[in-house]
């Protein structure tokens, strides 16, 4: 069994920066990747990193946000910099085997969410 917790999120002016955090426990999975979903919409693709340690992002945050690793405590982090308002959304960090994807339906382990909200 997989268990994710998110933590770090919280309200922040535009222009700000938060980092999140996704702390595993259980099967270690090999890949570990943020989406996000803001109200009325579909969850999206935020960023993505697999065992190897290569990362994806979504063109909406290249630049910005960046996904890191530590696996000896089987945690995952998103840096946030520069957050616009259009980032307010609640973050979920999910996990699955093999290779960091896009798709939300290709995951199979998510964790409960925390809400980002950013003001202008």
């Known amino acids: 069994q997989v268990q994710l917790v998110e933590s770090g999120g919280g309200l922040v002016q535009a222009g700000g920066s938060l980092r999140l955090s996704c702390a595993a426990s259980?099967?270690?999975?090999?890949?570990m990747t943020w989406f996000r979903q803001a109200p009325g919409k579909e969850r999206e693709f935020v960023a993505g990193?697999?065992?190897?340690?290569?990362?994806n992002y979504a063109d909406s945050v290249k630049g910005r946000f960046s996904i890191s690793r530590d696996k000896a405590k089987n945690t995952v982090y998103l840096q946030m910099n520069s957050l616009k308002p259009e980032d307010t959304s609640v973050y979920y960090c999910?996990?699955?085997?093999?290779?960091?994807?896009?798709?939300?339906?290709?995951?199979?382990?998510w964790g409960q969410g925390t809400q980002v909200t950013v003001s202008s």
């Open positions: 990193i697999s065992w190897s340690g290569s990362t």
């Open positions: 259980g099967r270690t999975l090999s890949s």
């Open positions: 999910a996990a699955r085997p093999g290779l960091a994807t896009m798709t939300p339906s290709e995951y199979g382990h």
